[in-house]
């Protein structure tokens, strides 16, 4: 939304995997890459359907995406499962 990619570097995890629209899997750097080319820019970003499971020590968090976006680039089903 200000294409700020040091921040959103920043922001992911290491071990971030992005999911396409169409199912496909990008790591932090490859889903970097299509915003600092161009070829994604978000409008708006938000999170909706927020939960928490505790498992002991431990827990995981889901959520589901919801966003718009200009896509400059096109989808290409050799990109699928890229990791």
Request: glycine share 14%; proline share 2%.
């Amino acid at each position: 939304m200000r294409g700020d990619i040091t921040f959103l570097g920043s922001a992911l995890t290491d071990d971030f995997v992005g999911i396409g629209p169409h199912g496909f899997m990008l790591t932090k750097e490859q889903w970097l890459a299509r915003i600092r080319s161009g070829g994604l820019r978000y409008k708006s970003f938000g999170m909706g359907e927020v939960a928490a499971r505790f498992y002991g020590g431990a827990a995981t968090d889901t959520g589901v995406a919801v966003q718009a976006a200009d896509v400059w680039t096109v989808y290409d089903p050799s990109e699928e499962n890229l990791m």
